[in-house]
């Protein structure tokens, strides 16, 4: 029985870890804190965010640079299953992210999920892999 339990404690702090590291990404983003946001990801990571594919370390200046086109972003959290196998784990998140155009009163708003493959690294959970699926968007 006491193994059971070790397990039932390993894996709620494991999707702990998990969602710590996407409330991370967020707040980074909508900060604009990039070592933060690079802190979500393993080196040599991947992201595909639809018009971008390449690696974390290509990711932050590409996602720099288009944050200034919004003076604020606010990315909200919902839903998120998580799948645990060992040391990865295949996490999807819903999120709805607002961007306030730079300079006009002009907002889109976007429905999305995050496709995640995380891995547990020297005990450390991180993105290995990223996809985002749009689901709708609107501008208002």
């Known amino acids: 029985m006491d193994h059971d339990r070790d397990d039932e404690v390993r894996e709620l ?3 702990r870890a998990i969602a710590r590291v996407l409330t991370r990404y967020a707040t980074g983003i909508d900060r604009r804190d990039f070592a933060m946001v ?18 974390v370390e290509e990711f932050i200046p590409w996602v720099r640079e288009r944050l200034e086109s919004f003076d604020t972003t ?8 998580i ?7 295949h996490v999807e998140t819903y999120c709805v992210a607002h961007h306030r155009l730079r300079g006009r009163d002009v907002d889109s708003i976007a429905g999305l999920r995050y496709l ?22 609107r501008v208002d």
């Open 13 to 15: 702090l494991d999707e």
């Open 38 to 55: 690079a802190s979500c990801y393993h080196p040599g990571a991947t992201d595909d965010h639809g018009s971008f594919r390449g690696t």
């Open 74 to 81: 606010m990315h909200f959290l919902g839903n998120v299953a």
């Open 83 to 89: 799948e645990l196998d060992g040391d990865i784990a």
């Open 116 to 137: 995640d493959r995380m891995e547990r690294r020297a005990g450390e959970w991180r993105i290995a892999d990223r996809t985002i699926v749009v689901e709708w968007n």
